[in-house]
């Protein structure tokens, strides 16, 4: 069965910290792997990722995928209390279906 | 360039009824998908379109259909609404161009059933 799971589901960390989220994959037709970052309503599109090795950047956030080891990881340094959100990661599954994780709430306490 | 648009953005519906959600995709983009979101379940995927054409499913009832039409824009129908159908149902907009498969997703329409 396919299936993406993202770790940890929770994190409560202080303004300033780092934080490294991670998400592991088995899914067949792997095609990309993506990160959103969900506040509200509709998941915001942070990095697409396709390649092993290659880091992503944005601003303080950067990400990284591991295709022999199915994972990726998404950190962002200097937390801000604007970084609070749900963090998706989503497996492309073909080019026709995105398999989701359960998310990791990130919250950062001023 | 506009993003993707989902119509409407709140309906509540009383138990029996049915419903028409609508997805304008981003412009130049052909796949549309759409998701259900519940607290309990996250993201699931509920069905593709490309070029009119359904090409991947769901594991959800046969009460959850949709189509495309030929400008791209996509339109989801539940029938016989259950209490469980209340969610966050969000369409995404998709560019395949090689091995770059980027997702966009519009605003959603949060369905609450009565």
């Known amino acids: 069965e396919d299936k993406v799971v993202q770790s940890p589901l929770s994190l409560v960390v202080h303004e300033g910290d780092t934080v490294t989220l991670n998400c592991s994959y088995e899914?067949?037709?792997?095609?990309?792997l993506l990160w959103y970052k969900q506040e509200k309503k509709a998941p915001t599109f942070l990095f697409m990722l396709?390649?092993?090795?290659i880091e992503k950047k944005s601003g303080r956030l950067s990400s990284i995928l591991d295709k022999k080891e199915l994972f990726s990881i998404l950190n962002i340094t200097a937390t801000q209390t604007g970084d609070s959100a749900i963090y998706l990661c989503a497996v492309f599954q073909g080019a026709q279906k995105l398999v989701f994780g359960q998310g990791t709430r990130l919250t950062i306490n001023p | 360039k506009a993003g993707v648009t989902q119509t409407p953005r709140y309906l509540i519906k009383t138990r029996g009824q049915q419903v028409t959600l609508s997805c304008s995709p981003i412009?130049?983009?052909?796949?549309v998908s759409w998701y259900q979101q519940t607290p309990g379940q996250g993201l699931q995927f509920l069905f593709e379109y490309f070029s009119e054409t359904q090409r991947n499913k769901g594991n959800f009832p046969g009460r959850f259909s949709g189509r495309q039409f030929s400008n791209s824009r996509s339109e989801m129908n539940v029938s016989t609404l259950e209490l469980g159908d209340s969610a966050l149902y969000l369409c995404?907009?998709?560019?395949?161009?090689?091995?770059?498969?980027?997702?966009?997703f519009g605003q959603g329409t949060r369905l609450t059933v009565v």
């Open positions: 899914v067949t037709n792997f095609r990309s």
């Open positions: 396709t390649s092993s090795g």
């Open positions: 412009s130049g983009h052909r796949s």
């Open positions: 995404a907009s998709s560019s395949v161009q090689g091995e770059n498969t980027e997702a966009f």
